[in-house]
């Protein structure tokens, strides 16, 4: 075989080679993929905490959770440099998710929650909250958004002021 032929050969090899990873990138980024090949977390978002004007760091400890299967109610927390923290649930089944936040200075936790409509269901958030212990407040604002079934991400605002002596405090954001 020539040199010629051999270097033909090897970028033919090279070509398809590209071509497989390319495609292999559109595909998994098709909206489908969300719904029948997404093993990452299906619930995720950024939390932030202000305390009296003050930003409050989070820590990981301060986040907890209820488990209520083998993969359900699943939690991961990582710590930003900004004081805010990266929270992810494994949520493979339709219904309620969430997870407790307990804030030095606050009686009682915080449970925040996300309803998954279906199974497949893929939801982004950005939480902030707001204490105001002058006031005796706190203030949830929300975005959260979800893939929809023609493939496109819909966004919800949402917030909520409640007030530091109830009984409970929870905070659902709303699954658009």
């Known amino acids: 075989m020539s040199k010629l032929r051999k270097a033909a050969w090897t970028l033919l090899k090279i070509a398809v080679v590209i071509l497989l990873l390319l495609g292999s990138l559109y595909l998994l980024s098709r909206p489908w993929y969300y719904r029948l090949g997404y093993f990452g977390a ?52 339709y219904g309620s998710y969430g997870f407790y936040l307990k804030l030095d200075g606050l009686e009682q936790p915080i449970w925040i929650s996300s309803y998954q409509y279906n199974w497949w269901n893929v939801t982004r958030f950005e939480l ?49």
């Not at 990981?60 to 990266?86: H, I, Q």
């Not at 909250?129 to 493939?151: H, K, P, Q, Y």
């Open 128 to 176: 902030l909250i707001r204490v105001d212990s002058a006031a005796g407040t706190i203030c949830f604002e929300s975005a959260a958004e979800d893939l929809d079934e023609d493939g496109r991400w819909r966004q919800e605002p949402h917030s909520e002021t409640l007030d530091l002596s109830s009984d409970e405090l929870v905070y659902c954001m709303v699954s658009v």
């Open 42 to 93: 299906r619930i995720s978002g950024t939390v932030r905490v202000e305390m009296d004007g003050e930003v409050y760091d989070l820590r990981a400890e301060d986040f907890s959770t209820v488990k209520t299967g083998r993969w359900e109610g699943r939690l991961s927390v990582r710590e930003k440099a900004d004081g805010s923290a990266r929270v992810a649930i494994r949520a493979v089944d």
